[in-house]
């Protein structure tokens, strides 16, 4: 304590380390110092990435949120560095200060840490990726898919679009169900976007693409009813589907090679890969087998409960969306503030109960939108399509942007009325 107030170090300044920071000022006051870690000074709007891709807009102009403000409003002490350790004994965290080349290693003290640093996007363990792959998950990837679209790269031939397997660790297997992919959403939505491409440039139509899935039911956490009604559409429209191919294990000139089953010949490959944690946390007594950081449903790791996270980084959070980040930011600030005395434990103690909330982009101004809890053992599975999930899409990515991350409550429920009563299909 520097100056008597409890520190609070937050790693990650993504949409759940931004959350948490937000949440936990809100809920503890000005009871905590806040600290936040990120080694970049923006936050990547990443679920609006194949949106642009194949609007032809650059996603680094548009979807790159220049933090400073947030952390300002949130009262939170910023540093561009990068997490290289840490030590939930001595409870310490060891960085490398970004602005410059040339810093040591630094060590910052936590009296709470909220681990909130996302994953690695393990396309480095596909063999062929860098040569023959394309992918959707950064401004990088986004840009050099957009060049082969826009640019006469793509010479019309048949694409595949799928995830390689997700490797989850066991820990919290009496707390959520086990996937075979990481993140299902941008598959399907990569494919629908895809076919309106396609269309649009002259190319065909969905009988060129072949969308695969690792396990044996693709987006399997969107719940059983909204997945059948969606394979059911894409399978009318003309799109393949093959299921049950395990992971990729390479990516060729011709296609890729699974393994189970034949090679998937395609001219253009965009794939999710597995979702990794950093190498550093492999091995720590807050970690499981993976790296994964393994809390219970109040994100608190039950040996070091000063350690919670939130975000991709949680082993709790599968699939990994940013939507359960959100959720889980929320418990961050309220369990930080009970412990400060700001908060009852009947408003603290509330645990996640996630939610798969997920609009996907289909091109043409149109959008599918889901939102379900079936595969966490709930009843809600709901599916719509058309143009207000995409008006939704669109403005909550401004309200986001305008807000520096504070979405109001009444965002959310507008939106959840507005696609599943007022007005879509
Ligand atoms: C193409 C695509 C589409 C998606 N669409 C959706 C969607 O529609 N809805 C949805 O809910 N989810 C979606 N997701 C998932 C969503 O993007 C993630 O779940 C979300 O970004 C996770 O947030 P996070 O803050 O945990 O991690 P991240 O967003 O990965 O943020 C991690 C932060 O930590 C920083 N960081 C990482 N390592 C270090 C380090 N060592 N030191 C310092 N800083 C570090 C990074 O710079 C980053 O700012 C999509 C994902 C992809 C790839």
Same mark, same amino acid.
């Given at each position: ?17 931004? %959350? ?16 936040v870690l ?35 409003? !949130? ?9 290289r350790?840490?030590?939930?004994d ?19 003290h936590?009296?709470? /840490? ?7 996007l393990?396309y ?6 860098a040569?023959h ?34 490797h ?6 009496d ?11 941008p ?30 039911m ?8 909204v ?15 093959q299921?049950?191919? %395990? ?22 490959k ?15 007594p807050?970690?499981?087998e ?8 109040l ?11 939130? %975000? ?41 109960k996630? /939610? ?23 009843q ?38 507005? !696609?599943?009563?007022?007005f879509?299909?």
């Amino acid at each position: 304590m520097a100056n008597g107030k409890p520190q609070v170090v937050i790693l990650g300044g993504g949409f759940a380390g931004l %959350g948490s920071a937000q949440k936990v000022r809100e809920y503890a006051g000005d009871s905590v110092d806040i600290t936040v870690l990120d080694r970049n000074s923006y936050l990547l709007y990443i679920p609006n990435i194949p949106a642009e891709v194949f609007e032809n807009r650059d996603p680094a102009a548009t979807l790159r949120m220049n933090t400073g403000k947030a952390w300002q409003e !949130a009262g939170a002490t910023f540093i561009q560095g990068e997490v290289r350790g840490i030590n939930p004994d001595l409870r310490t965290v060891e960085f490398l200060p970004k602005e410059r080349d040339g810093a040591p290693l630094e060590v910052l003290h936590y009296d709470y /840490l909220v681990i909130a640093f996302g994953c690695r996007l393990a396309y480095d363990q596909i063999p062929g990726f860098a040569e023959h792959g394309q992918a959707i998950s950064d401004t990088y990837y986004g840009n050099k898919l957009r060049r082969t679209l826009f640019e006469g790269g793509y010479k019309g031939g048949p694409i595949a679009i799928g995830s390689a397997r997700f490797h989850q660790g066991s820990a919290v297997k009496d707390l959520v169900p086990m996937a075979d992919a990481a993140c299902e959403g941008p598959p399907v939505e990569v494919m629908m976007s895809m076919a309106t491409w396609l269309k649009n440039h002259g190319h065909g139509g969905p009988d060129k693409i072949t969308v695969f899935t690792p396990g044996h039911m693709i987006a399997e956490d969107a719940g059983e009813k909204v997945v059948t009604s969606l394979l059911g559409i894409a399978s009318q429209m003309g799109f393949h589907y093959q299921n049950n191919r %395990g992971d990729i294990t390479e990516i060729t000139p011709e296609g890729l090679r699974f393994e189970h089953g034949d090679p998937l010949e395609a001219e253009l490959k965009i794939v999710l890969p597995d979702w990794v944690p950093h190498a550093f946390m492999k091995g720590l007594p807050i970690c499981d087998e993976h790296g994964f950081v393994v809390t219970d449903m109040l994100m608190r790791n039950r040996k070091f409960p000063e350690v919670l996270a939130c %975000g991709d980084a949680a082993a709790v959070t599968v699939p990994k969306l940013g939507a359960i980040g959100h959720q889980q930011s929320e418990i961050v600030g309220k369990q930080i503030a009970l412990d400060m005395g700001r908060v009852s434990p009947e408003l603290a103690n509330e645990p996640l109960k996630p /939610l798969v909330y997920c609009i996907g982009d289909m091109g043409d101004n149109k959008a599918f939108y889901i939102r379900s809890d079936s595969w966490y053992g709930g009843q809600t599975q709901v599916l719509k399509m058309g143009r207000i999930p995409y008006l939704l899409k669109m403005q909550y990515k401004d309200l986001f942007f305008r807000t520096q991350g504070r979405i109001p409550p009444w965002g959310l429920d507008a939106a959840q009325f507005l !696609a599943e009563r007022l007005f879509a299909a």
